[in-house]
Every structure is written in structure tokens, then in C-alpha cells.
């Protein structure tokens, strides 16, 4: 089955130290896969994606995240945190086309908490 | 920027009233998507489109429909609203440029349902 997983419900870092927000996922095939930030009352918005190429992927707000084939995994990381990063995480797999479309598989999202 | 409205931010409804969630996007993206969110279960798709008139089952449609009559606009309507269904709701599209497509989605801002 296809799937992804977070295995943390909630990141706690000081401001200033790296982050990590971790993702695994399963898939049939080659995975594309996905970052999204969703900041208080607001819609998800995209952070990052990695297609194919170079295992380590940047992306907005001075995100990256390291695709890892052999350990199924993209953890989302970031070399010093700031208070405003406080928000909830998703990580995201596109699967195989799904009847005639294509769908994407979310994760349950990772809450990071930036302490000052 | 591409932006993703949806009608209303928040709404209460009472069990069995038939309700009405319209999300417009204005940049002409094939692709549109109805996505609940729930906490510790992430974002499940309930219906999404690929093109005018034509929609696709997600991995929750029971008790839920939807419609879209034209390109910018895909309406979710849940026939007979029950307390099961309070949740976020969310809309998003994408373009769709091939069968394998690997574009990030773009997120409303979601809709708070609540059914008394």
C-alpha cells in the first residue's frame, strides 16, 4: 500500500538550532514528494518538491529537505529555526496515476513549536 | 499568484440541511481538489476533477458529491449534512501539463464546517 508516514505529531526547538521534521513514505515506483507549511487559520502552502536529481531539494523560507531512496525517507530540515516557523507540516507523496488522475497521499502532519 | 478562494471561512449548519461549499481558482488549472482535515489523520481527498464535468472518487465520498461546470469553479455539497462531517474543508488545484504529473497543489484558505 501506498503511504506516508510522520512519525512525530510535534517538533520542540530553540530558536536559533537546526530543525528536522521527519518523513517516510511507501510507494510503487519512482516518488515524487512534497513539503507543505500550514500556518494558523490558513490553507497549506507549498514548500518544496523533489522530482528527480540531486538528493537535496531547497525550497522557501530557507527550508531543504534530503531525499534518501535507500531509507524511503525526506526529512525536512532547516539550519536555524525562528519562532515565525511555529506552524503544522505536512509531507506529501504523489502516487501512480490513480483512474484516469493522479492523487497525492499526506501524511498527518508534524506541529513544530520555535521556542524564544 | 495563483489564488484559491472558497466561499465561506466558516459555517454551522444543523444535521440534515444540504450544504453548499464553492471554491474558485483563477489560474486556469485543470486540476481541482476537495480535501477534509482532521487532526492526527491528515488530509484525505474526498473528490477531485480533472476537467469541466468530469470528477473522481477520493477515499472518502460517502456522503459527499460534487460539481463542476466550469473550469474555475468546483463546489462540494454534502446532501445530507451530519455531525460526522464537521471538519476543515479544504479546496486546491494544480495544473496538469501530463499523465504523470508532478505539480504542487495550491490550497484555500479551508472552510471551518461545523454541523449542530
Known amino acids: 500500500a501506498q503511504s506516508v508516514a510522520q512519525p512525530e505529531d510535534q517538533v520542540n526547538v530553540a530558536e536559533g538550532n537546526p530543525l528536522t521534521v521527519k518523513c517516510t513514505y511507501s510507494?510503487?515506483?519512482?516518488?515524487?514528494l512534497f513539503w507543505y507549511v500550514q500556518y494558523p487559520n490558513r490553507g497549506l502552502q507549498f514548500l518544496l518538491k523533489?522530482?528527480?536529481?540531486?538528493?537535496l531539494v531547497k525550497g522557501s523560507y530557507g527550508f531543504e529537505a534530503e531525499f534518501n531512496k535507500s531509507q524511503t525517507s525526506f526529512h525536512l530540515k532547516k539550519p536555524s529555526a525562528l519562532v515565525s516557523d511555529s506552524a503544522l507540516y505536512f509531507c506529501?507523496?504523489?502516487?501512480?496515476?490513480?483512474?484516469?488522475?493522479?492523487?497525492?497521499?499526506f501524511g498527518a502532519g508534524t506541529r513544530l513549536f520555535v521556542k524564544a | 499568484d495563483v489564488k484559491v478562494t472558497q466561499s465561506s471561512r466558516y459555517l454551522v449548519k444543523r444535521t440534515g440541511e444540504k450544504v453548499f461549499l464553492e471554491c474558485v481558482q483563477d489560474?486556469?488549472?485543470?486540476?481541482m481538489f476537495w480535501y477534509r482535515q482532521d487532526p492526527g489523520l491528515g488530509l484525505r481527498l474526498i473528490y477531485f476533477?480533472?476537467?469541466?464535468?468530469?470528477?473522481e472518487k477520493g477515499d472518502i465520498p460517502e456522503g459527499y458529491s460534487v460539481s463542476r461546470e466550469k473550469k474555475e469553479r468546483f463546489s462540494l455539497i454534502l446532501e445530507s449534512a451530519s455531525t460526522n462531517q464537521t471538519s476543515m474543508y479544504l479546496c486546491?488545484?494544480?495544473?496538469?501539463?501530463?499523465?504523470?504529473?508532478?505539480?504542487?497543489?495550491?490550497f484555500g484558505p479551508g472552510t471551518r464546517l461545523t454541523v449542530l
Open positions: 476533477s480533472y476537467d469541466v464535468k468530469m470528477k
Open positions: 489560474m486556469d488549472h485543470e486540476n
Open positions: 486546491a488545484s494544480s495544473l496538469r501539463l501530463a499523465l504523470l504529473s508532478y505539480n504542487e497543489q495550491f
Open positions: 506529501a507523496v504523489r502516487a501512480q496515476p490513480y483512474t484516469g488522475g493522479f492523487k497525492t497521499i
Open positions: 510507494v510503487s515506483g519512482n516518488p515524487y
Open positions: 523533489y522530482i528527480t536529481g540531486d538528493n
